[in-house]
């Protein structure tokens, strides 16, 4: 987690400049507030050799039997608590956040919503959005970012709007968000522009908790892979709203992925974005073969889409059987086979079915599918210019 002092020297600039184009979205009169001035080269957290942060949240202020005792009641308190957020404010400058982090990876890599809140409880006691990120570093692929990102946009809404949020008074997005979002960062290693723009669609939908306020946020950014991105935090951090709408108890099967399907298909220009984060994967073949059918009976954007998903939701049917790509990805038009196999290669860093999907490239009958298979697979969920996320856009 290597920090470069690149990137400060413009901070002031881009503020102004990102203001301005708020106001003029949004039509409000907003102020931003300058943060005190830093040297080029000073930073708010140094790293010590080996590439971990020097920071005393970073390690915790316990040692010895004192550590282990307060460990065991944090492994204890996680197992029986509904209030991550206040477990981890509870323990994190006894035992740090890398003990954290590393519990909730060793029980399960894609520990992605387990980490959300820490993030949150690091701005909290930072106060400073590049330190709380350099401390999560990537821990369950960028769970903590995410969650300090977001924390930190409601933070800075509220204290320009009060608790009522309206559309315009979620204009402020804050300068340390869009710069990171202009660059590959330099604060958290390989966090992506498209991860930075997730991040921000996860704050937007928090503060607005409405996704067409949300879209038309994500609509800041200039090019259609950020707004694709954008949209995704969209729609992961209102899942649980979305679907207790339109898909409540007792509905399940064709029902419920039908109603999913038509939300997502009249709520996104992009219905991936959407599906993705509502529809569970699966390893049942039924289920792959239910998918696919929906997607045949599209057009255009909303087919290629739709066919992306497809691979997306098979990965647990793909990987122990790498032989069945040809079954999930080789319907359609040539289109709707790419887009197919870039939802099932293209992974987040640490996805479980990374190592075991590569497998299923060479069993693809035409060579120009095995090449962009094999491509797909050395990409990383969120890096931009990707030809499968583009022929989705279009």
């Known amino acids: ?115 959300h809140p820490l993030g949150g409880v690091l701005v909290e006691r930072t106060q400073d959005l590049e330190t709380a990120m350099a401390l999560c570093g990537n821990g369950c692929t960028y769970a903590c970012v995410h969650g300090a990102v977001k924390t930190y946009l409601s933070g800075m809404a509220a204290a320009k709007a009060g608790p009522s949020l309206s559309g315009e008074q979620m204009a402020p997005l804050n300068r340390e968000a869009i710069l990171l979002c202009r660059e590959d960062s330099k604060v958290v290693q390989d966090f992506f522009r498209g991860n930075c723009a997730h991040s921000v669609g996860h704050g937007i939908a928090a503060l607005s908790e409405d996704v067409s306020k949300a879209r038309r ?26 679907l207790g709408r339109i898909s409540p108890d007792p509905i399940r099967g064709t029902q419920r992925m039908d109603s999913v399907f038509d ?10 974005a959407c599906l993705r984060y509502l529809l569970d994967q699966t390893g049942r073949p039924e289920e792959v073969d239910l998918v696919r059918k929906r997607c045949a009976a599209l057009d255009g954007k909303a087919r290629r889409n739709c066919f992306y998903l497809l691979g997306y939701i098979s990965r647990p049917y793909v990987a122990p059987n ?34 075991r999907l590569a497998f299923s490239c060479p069993y693809l009958r035409e060579q120009e599918l095995v090449e962009l298979c094999q491509d797909q697979h050395r990409r990383f969920y969120y890096q931009l210019d990707n030809p499968v996320i583009k022929l989705l856009l279009i």
């Not at 790498?322 to 196999?341: L, T, Y």
Request: hydrophobic share 40%.
């Open 217 to 242: 946020y994500c609509k800041l950014f200039a090019d259609a892979e950020m707004q694709y991105y954008c949209e995704s935090g969209v729609f992961m951090e209102l899942r649980g709203k979305i």
């Open 263 to 272: 939300f997502c298909l009249q709520n996104s220009a992009w219905p991936s």
């Open 1 to 115: 987690m290597k920090r470069s002092a690149a990137g400060w020297k413009a901070l002031l600039v881009i503020a102004v400049a990102v203001a301005e184009a708020l106001v003029r979205f949004s039509g409000a009169d907003l102020t931003f507030a300058t943060a005190p001035a830093q040297r080029e080269g000073e930073s708010s957290i140094q790293n010590e050799a080996g590439g971990e942060p020097n920071h005393p949240l970073w390690l915790g202020r316990l040692s010895g039997e004192a550590l282990d005792l307060r460990l065991n009641e944090f492994f204890s308190a996680l197992r029986t608590t509904d209030d991550l957020t206040k477990t981890y404010r509870t323990f994190i400058e006894e035992i740090g956040v890398k003990r954290m982090i590393e519990h909730a990876e060793g029980q399960n890599h894609f520990c992605h919503g387990v980490l």
């Open 322 to 355: 790498p032989e069945k790509i040809n079954d999930v990805c080789q319907a359609g038009e040539s289109a709707d086979r790419k887009a197919c196999i870039g939802g099932l290669s293209l992974t987040k860093k640490g996805n479980r079915f990374r190592e």
